[in-house]
């Protein structure tokens, strides 16, 4: 078991149940601890997430359906509270293949309970740094998306509430993958993805602006008077993120045309999918 986590009773007593389960799957299944414990992002509603990792053919038939049904297998634990899910060795590693960002986070911050650790460790070997290329083309994609938002969010100067905050979301959402993405760290679900850009070196800089946008939602509501719409602190405060963006990422050594002229990652931005 980790050596580097805790685990209170209950906690102990779903994973000798996971390991009870994995032990009938067969010795190629290793238990993972997955999810905001095991990356260290822990708070009072965190619960224990687990992963069984394995060989669909160790699965009954039955579980086997279920599997190509969900893509993934619940697996009850008894009367605990925790969380336990079987996922196939060969699925994972196509999604991580695939450069997942949120595949990758969940299984590089994993820890291995039990089971065939040198199989595991060796995945996360192979995946550990992205490629340049495939980690430059993400980030000049959610840099595109990012100053398109920021355009966007002329939108408040209709007084259009709703499209505004949605157009605030894509803003922030952009720059919390940027965030980690310009340290060759993948970004977590959305859930953690703030949390995860806060603790970046870029994110450090600009966090202060999200918080003070966000705690100005109010303004979108009921503009003060004689407030011109750049001056609403939402607008105003991620807007403001422009200049600290750019020089951060350059700081971190990314010295690319388009983050001074960007229009080549709009471009980019608009031709195609997230990457």
């Known amino acids: 078991m980790d050596e580097g986590l805790s685990y209170d009773l209950a906690d102990q007593k779903a994973i000798q149940a996971a390991i009870k389960v994995s032990q009938r799957l067969g010795p190629s299944t290793c238990v993972l601890l997955v999810g905001s414990r095991a990356a260290g992002f822990e708070d009072n509603w965190s619960d224990l997430n687990l992963w069984l990792l394995g060989d669909r053919q160790d699965l009954s038939e039955e579980e086997r359906e279920q599997y190509g049904a969900m893509g993934w297998l619940r697996l009850p634990l008894g009367d605990t509270a925790a ?23 969940v299984f590089l911050n994993s820890h291995i309970l039990y089971g065939p650790y040198e199989r595991v460790a060796e995945i996360k ?19 595109g998306r990012y100053i398109h938002s920021l355009d ?13 905050v949605l157009v605030i979301g894509h803003v922030i959402e952009s720059l919390c993958k940027l965030c980690c993405l310009a340290e060759g760290k993948p970004y977590p679900y959305p859930k953690w993805a703030v949390e995860a850009a806060r603790r970046t070196q870029l994110g450090g800089t600009i966090y202060p602006m999200v918080q003070a946008a966000v705690a100005g939602m109010a303004e979108l509501l009921a503009p003060p008077k004689d407030t011109p ?42 031709r195609r999918r997230v990457p």
């Open 83 to 105: 969380h336990a899910s079987f996922h196939a060795i060969e699925d994972v590693t196509t999604r991580l293949n695939a450069w997942d960002d949120e595949q990758l986070w």
């Open 125 to 143: 070997r192979r995946f550990a740094a992205y490629p340049r290329s495939v980690l430059e083309r993400k980030l000049r994609w959610f840099y």
């Open 152 to 164: 966007g969010l002329n939108v408040a100067a209709r007084g259009m509430t709703e499209a505004s």
């Open 229 to 270: 719409y750049e001056q609403l602190t939402p607008i105003r405060e991620l807007r403001a993120t422009r200049e600290p963006v750019a020089s951060g990422l350059q700081a971190l050594g990314w010295a690319n045309t388009w983050i001074e002229e960007p229009t080549e990652a709009v471009e980019d931005y608009f």
